[in-house]
T-cell receptor, first 113, second 117 residues
């Protein structure tokens, strides 16, 4: 699976949008971009995933560049409860449930009042 | 949505004893389950992958005789840390894989904090 690069930490003001970047310049055509977050001492929580098109759900939006070499996770109105480590993961999709998720260092997002 | 229940959430055990951690998929059948370990201020590290009814596949450097994994049914996988030592103290997390449309979703348990004294 392609390696991802994320900034180690970011701050965001409460109520503002949090934009978390991720570089995955070696991504292959059949690899999806997944975003998970981990709040302290809990298991990772799924946020969103996509292949080519931008995606939006109740939690966040995922913007994938046209060349698919980078993406941005957007939390539109960050709250204090969004403070967590956010992981961007690239993985081959479909057809094989045995493909595990490989976690990198992630971005530690601190939402401040 | 899919839920994975992991128990216990925390456990303290004496050095030399064994500890079993359970991971259950509550509302779906998990063809594959993964076990991760996380040390303080570090990322999750995959320990092993288990498929129902077959032997687990361990990552390099993970002792299969020390970390026994059983995946006897499509809804239950267990990790037993045998002869635990203080260096085994860590946060253990399971994940279950399920099919969701054209892609496979992953749901994580809430984790088990193991402290070996």
């Amino acid at each position: 699976d392609a390696k991802t690069t994320q900034p180690p930490s970011m701050d965001c003001a409460e109520g503002r949008a949090a934009n978390l970047p991720c570089n995955h310049s070696t991504i292959s055509g059949n690899e999806y971009v997944y975003w998970y977050r981990q709040i302290h001492s809990q298991g990772p929580q799924y946020i969103i995933h996509g292949l080519k098109n931008n995606e939006t759900n109740e939690m966040a939006s995922l913007i994938i560049t046209e060349d698919r070499k980078s993406s941005t996770l957007i939390l539109p109105h960050a709250t204090l409860r969004d403070t967590a480590v956010y992981y961007c993961i690239v993985r081959v999709g479909g057809g094989n449930a045995g493909n595990m998720l490989t976690f990198g260092g992630g971005t530690r997002l601190m939402v401040k009042p | 949505g899919a839920v994975v229940s992991q128990h216990p959430s925390w456990v303290i055990c004496k050095s030399g004893t064994s500890v079993k951690i359970e991971c259950r998929s509550l509302d779906f059948q998990a063809t594959t389950m993964f076990w991760y370990r996380q040390f303080p201020k570090q990322s999750l590290m995959l320990m092993a992958t288990s498929n129902e009814g077959s032997k687990a596949t361990y990552e390099q450097g993970v002792e299969k005789d020390k970390f026994l994994i059983n995946h006897a049914s499509l809804t239950l996988s267990t990790l037993t840390v045998t002869s635990a030592h203080p260096e085994d103290s860590s946060f253990y997390i399971c994940s279950a894989s399920q099919a969701t449309g054209g892609d496979y979703g992953y749901t994580f348990g809430s984790g088990t904090r193991l402290t070996v004294v």
